[in-house]
């Protein structure tokens, strides 16, 4: 007799012979690892090969702290680090310009009818500069030692024939660069958001456990961040056991990480104060600008930590799809 089942992954038909069942086998179409059910028509166990971890790679701090200033400021690296502050100035300029506009009516009254531009400014200049820190963080990864644009710098002459593209091509863009950032921050708020609504049905308010949820959310930031921009897959924060591999099996190292973060993250929630109140004078403008430049510098920095720590410890940690 033969024994007939189906692929746990691609439900494809296999079959085997009896003397076959609970031996390991792989599906010919996907090539998916199974064991042979004792019965036919039975269920197909998953099988994963376990994880061989191996040592990390010598020489992480030594090139985090040693070798950060040669890879921003150098000659390969000048063209991006233009770019960034040209489109940081264009934020400082265009940001707050948040308008409404009044109609008169026939009967009487206004018609108010509100025009985000600044937000939208903000959404377009944050987004492609995270856009060149993320291809910055995956460069390092991978041993490319300088800040490129070069992604972003193709498709605008892609489609340089094509004008009408380039605005759609510039928000999907920054759109995609976003979307790491804000799917992070979603996972990293969730206890925190939960805590709030249990303590609004319960008519409470405890303050030490909302900002415990929220600090520790804050550690698992990198490494949610950091499998999010890897696989560009939000289901991929779900999986906690990824997440829990990276942060246990370096954690001394890792812990570094989430400080290296949490430092530009405040910098990034008082920025918009700041921002406002250099505002008031002109002659505090440079200040601003000086204060905004300073959180590029820091969330560079930031950016060469998380792939130098890919590239020096994703040994010492798997992952499976």
Not at 28 to 47: H, M, R, S, T
Not at 184 to 196: C, D, E, F, K, M
């Amino acid at each position: 007799m033969s024994i007939q089942t189906y692929c746990p992954k691609c439900k494809s038909v296999c079959g085997f012979s009896d003397n076959l069942a609970g031996r390991r086998a792989k599906c010919v179409n996907c090539g998916q690892l199974f064991i042979v059910p004792a019965e036919d028509d039975g269920i197909a166990v998953k099988y994963d090969l376990p994880i061989e971890k191996g040592d990390p790679l010598p020489g992480f701090y030594e090139a985090v702290f040693k070798k950060f200033f040669q890879a921003i400021f150098a000659s390969s690296s000048i063209g991006a680090l233009i770019f960034i502050m040209f489109l940081t100035c264009l934020w400082y300029l265009t940001g707050w310009m948040n308008f409404t506009l009044n109609f008169p009516c026939t009967s009487g009254g206004f018609v108010s009818v509100y025009l985000p531009l600044g937000h939208f400014m903000t959404f377009i200049c944050w987004g492609l500069i995270i856009h060149v820190f993320l291809d910055f963080a995956y460069k390092t990864s991978i041993d490319i030692e300088h800040i490129s644009t070069t992604v972003f710098l193709a498709f605008v002459a892609e489609e340089i024939q094509e004008i009408f593209m380039i605005p759609y091509k510039i928000c999907w863009y920054a759109a995609k660069a976003w979307y790491p950032v804000l799917c992070g921050l979603l996972v990293v708020s969730l206890p925190s958001i939960i805590s709030i609504g249990i303590m609004e049905l319960l008519n409470c308010d405890i303050p030490a456990v909302r900002w415990s949820l929220f600090a520790a959310g804050l550690i698992f930031w990198p490494a949610i961040f950091f499998n999010i921009a890897r696989t560009q897959d939000f289901i991929s924060a779900a999986r906690l056991n990824q997440v829990w591999h990276i942060i246990i099996d370096t954690w001394p190292h890792y812990l570094f990480l989430a400080a290296v973060f949490l430092i530009p993250a405040i910098g990034m929630f008082l920025m918009p104060n700041i921002v406002k109140v250099f505002r008031i004078h002109p002659l505090l403008v440079p200040a601003a600008l000086g204060a905004v430049c300073i959180l590029q510098l820091l969330l560079l920095f930031a950016m060469r930590t998380t792939g130098l720590f890919d590239r020096h410890f994703r040994d010492c940690y798997g992952f499976r799809e």
